[in-house]
């Protein structure tokens, strides 16, 4: 089915996504909020470009978007996808709790902030660019990627990443050598049982965005994990 977005508010673009079908097209979108927020079982597909919170808390459909996206993409999603041909803006995936977002390009400040994972539950965000500063900031689950595609690897993130993180794991595809880390976290080179642990999402993302995946593999990486010895373990995470 096929939506005309170009003289509807997200009020409406939303009512005609619950109308019964399972895929559908919405073209003309221009900073429309909240599209698609809390769905489910929908396979929806965006042309242009979507206003802040575009799939939140959703509950397992799939959101394509033909374009850039604003802030807040997938704002306490809880499973699904989110795929994005473009670049993001802030606080992509924050307090993420389940599924998956890719982004084909950028993405703003504090990506993945408050991302945290239960049980099966374990979030995923693929950043193809380079991420802003904060990123991760008080991550508690799941799993960052960004692979700095076309960019300086000294500029992979922006400043302060990892700002009390006291859970979850974060993979540069870089070796960080100019990045100043906090002291509560551990940043090594990433060992071949680390590549394995991202290899399939690293290939989805190949597979979704036509990049060769012998290339981003062939490169080093770094993972960022919480120090056991993190203060901000015990005030955010259940022992």
């Not at 808390?57 to 993409?73: C, H, I, P, S, W």
């Not at 539950?121 to 660019?129: A, E, L, N, T």
């Amino acid at each position: 089915m096929v939506v005309n977005a170009e003289n509807l508010g997200y009020k409406e673009i939303n009512e005609a996504l619950r109308s019964g079908e399972k895929e559908y097209i919405v073209n003309g979108v221009l900073g429309q909020r909240f599209i698609a927020a809390g769905m489910a079982n929908k396979d929806i597909t965006v042309t242009g470009t979507p206003g802040n919170a575009l799939g939140a808390y959703l509950n397992g459909a799939k959101v394509v978007v033909r374009g850039n996206a604003q802030d807040a993409v997938g704002d306490t999603m809880n499973s699904g996808k989110i795929i994005v041909h473009g670049n993001a803006g802030d606080t992509v995936g924050y307090a993420m709790r389940g599924g998956s977002i890719y982004i084909k390009g950028d993405a703003g400040y504090r990506a993945g902030i408050h991302m945290k994972a239960y049980k099966e539950k374990v979030p995923v965000m693929v950043i193809g660019g380079v991420a802003g500063s904060f990123l991760g900031e008080y991550q508690a689950g799941g799993v960052i990627i960004v692979l700095g595609l076309g960019a300086d690897e000294k500029n992979i993130v922006g400043n302060f990443p990892c700002t009390g993180m006291h859970g979850g794991k974060m993979f540069l595809r870089s070796k960080c050598e100019s990045i100043t880390f906090p002291k509560q976290v551990t940043a090594r080179a990433a060992d071949k049982s680390d590549l394995k642990e991202i290899e399939k999402y690293i290939s989805q993302y190949c597979k979704l965005f036509g990049a060769d995946k012998k290339t981003v593999m062939d490169s080093p990486f770094t993972v960022v994990t919480p120090d056991s010895k993190n203060p901000y373990k015990q005030l955010y995470v259940a022992n």
